[in-house]
């Protein structure tokens, strides 16, 4: 369903700020405050607004997906974690540093088995959750994907 909305633009009109639902009075202020904006018409729930004050145009969420950079990210850091969980990085660090003659610092390695302790911890209460279905509901994370 399409919706009258104002959307409001930085002073040189290269990135959108923000969008709001249409008020006379609140577009009556940008335009006394000279502010760059644009009252629009769209389905907000399946079209957005792309470009800049000069140059967008509403496009729809079906034919141009939406995807941030922030999304992206995450799923690269969740599969790195996935494949090198924290504890194995610090592992292998600490290998590296032990073959090549370095010493660890007590810092390093009380951490490090602080780590182990509650990685260790961990299997033990999942493997207690499994054994109980008398007493845990327990539900078990997915299988790991095989690609990376």
């Known amino acids: 369903m399409n919706k009258k909305m ?17 008020d006379s009075e ?14 629009m018409e769209y389905d907000i729930d399946n079209e957005y607004y792309w470009g800049t004050f ?9 034919d141009y997906p939406l995807l ?4 992206v990210e995450e799923l690269t850091n969740k599969s790195i974690l996935i494949k090198y ?3 194995k990085q610090l ?17 390093f390695i009380a951490m490090r ?12 209460a999942v493997q207690t959750y499994k054994n109980n279905p008398g007493v845990y509901s327990f539900v078990e994370k997915p299988a790991l994907p095989t690609d990376e």
Do not use: M, W
């Open 85 to 87: 969980p924290i504890h």
């Open 26 to 39: 609140f577009e009556s202020n940008l335009i006394a405050g000279n502010l760059k904006h644009k009252v």
């Open 54 to 62: 000069d140059s967008g145009t509403i496009r729809s969420l079906n």
């Open 68 to 71: 941030e950079e922030l999304a």
């Open 113 to 124: 088995t602080f780590v182990k302790g509650k990685a260790d911890n961990h299997n033990t």
């Open 91 to 107: 592992n292998i660090i600490a290998e590296c540093l032990e073959n090549a003659g370095i010493p660890l610092t007590d810092e």
């Open 6 to 22: 104002i959307l409001i633009f930085n002073t040189d009109g290269s990135k959108l700020i923000t969008v709001q639902d249409y």
